[in-house]
Nanobody, 122 residues
Framework: QVQLVESGGGLVQAGGSLKLSCEAS????????MSWFRQAAGQEREFVAV????????YYADSVKGRFTIFRDDAKNTVYLQMNSLKPEDTAVYYC???????????????WGQGTQVTVSS
């Protein structure tokens, strides 16, 4: 069992930056692929980024590539999402998730956090 808690969301102006954190409790954090998804109001949850075990690989949605960076610190049981050059369309609730393998589908992941709100004003 893994519990995930996100933090770092907030209100930022377009062009600004935020860094989200997701701390995991439970066993074997290093064995999980960790991802970020987001869900805007009235829309379906969508994939943002994923990092494999041992940070061997990262993948991003086209909409955030070059602006967002996912990284992990296994010693701290934490995965991060550095978000730069934010746009109003990045406004959403951001969720982290843990799963046994890398994937872009939400059903790849067994464990989810409660989400953190990111609002980007124009």
């Amino acid at each position: 069992q893994v519990q995930l808690v996100e933090s770092g969301g907030g209100l930022v102006q377009a062009g600004g930056s935020l860094k989200l954190s997701c701390e995991a409790s439970g066993r074997a954090f290093s064995l999980y692929a960790m991802s970020w998804f987001r869900q805007a109001a009235g829309q379906e949850r969508e994939f943002v980024a994923v990092i494999s075990r041992s940070a061997m690989a990262t993948y991003y949605a086209d909409s955030v590539k070059g602006r967002f960076t996912i990284f992990r610190d296994d010693a701290k049981n934490t995965v991060y999402l550095q978000m730069n050059s934010l746009k109003p369309e990045d406004t959403a609730v951001y969720y982290c998730a843990a799963g046994s393998a890398v994937g872009r589908r939400s059903d790849n992941y067994n464990y989810w956090g409660q989400g953190t709100q990111v609002t980007v004003s124009s």
